[in-house]
T-cell receptor
């Protein structure tokens, strides 16, 4: 079946612009996660959605970052007024929450000039 | 609170040699433990997971890991490295019963020499 998809695969933007990154999880997965992966670093947790519960936003690095998940499926991560330090690969993952096994998308590589 | 330490940012082995990637964890409750692999320009893929059943867990591509509670370790091994095993490997822990947000290690890059 279809896996987790993300779009765009690459995004180059200018400092100060807003960007939107999209994630389509596996159908039926109620949990959705966003991570940021910088060069040489591990995965930095950003935000977690579970069903209709309020999202866990504890990993968002600043108020320039926000995310929503519509209809319990597709999610959009928005970064406002991008900065060069936002350059990274943004990964999305989904899971059936009770086994915690995450299925990852291929990521969006964001470059802020 | 939970944490993961992966010893060695890079591990280099010869093709056919034993692969050993180290992972130590900290968790206040019995953990769920995972190893993921990331090939270049791809997302992470689950290799294997421990969820309180057998302590020796077998995964895909000939990898296995042993949960050792006394050592708080979950090291990943493979008897004979293949060139195709060259990738980034991540260990992750979650507490399974409360927070469903795994904590990932910083990753270990496996280099396989011919």
């Amino acid at each position: 079946g279809a896996g987790v998809s993300q779009s765009p695969s690459n995004k180059v933007t200018e400092k100060g612009k807003d960007v939107e990154l999209r994630c389509d999880p596996i159908s039926g997965h109620t949990a959705l996660y966003w991570y940021r992966q910088s060069l040489g670093q591990g995965l930095e947790f950003l935000i977690y959605f579970q069903g209709n519960s309020a999202p866990d936003k504890s990993g968002l690095p600043s108020d320039r970052f926000s995310a929503e998940r519509t209809g319990g499926s597709v999610s959009t991560l928005t970064i406002q007024r991008t900065q060069q330090e936002d350059s990274a690969v943004y990964l999305c993952a989904s899971s059936l929450v009770f086994n915690n096994e995450q299925f990852f998308g291929p990521g969006t590589r964001l470059t802020v000039l | 609170a939970q944490s993961v330490t992966q010893l060695g940012s890079h591990v280099s082995v010869s093709e056919g040699a034993l692969v050993l990637l180290r992972c130590n964890y900290s968790s206040s409750v019995p953990p769920y433990l995972f190893w993921y692999v990331q090939y270049p320009n791809q997302g992470l893929q689950l290799l294997l997971k421990y969820t309180s059943a057998a302590t020796l867990v077998k995964g895909i591509n000939g990898f296995e890991a042993e949960f050792k509670k006394s050592e708080t370790s979950f090291h990943l091994t493979k008897p004979s490295a293949h060139m195709s095993d060259a990738a980034e490997y991540f260990c992750a822990v979650s507490d399974g019963g409360g927070s469903y947000i795994p904590t990932f290690g910083r990753g270990t890059s496996l280099i396989v020499h011919p």
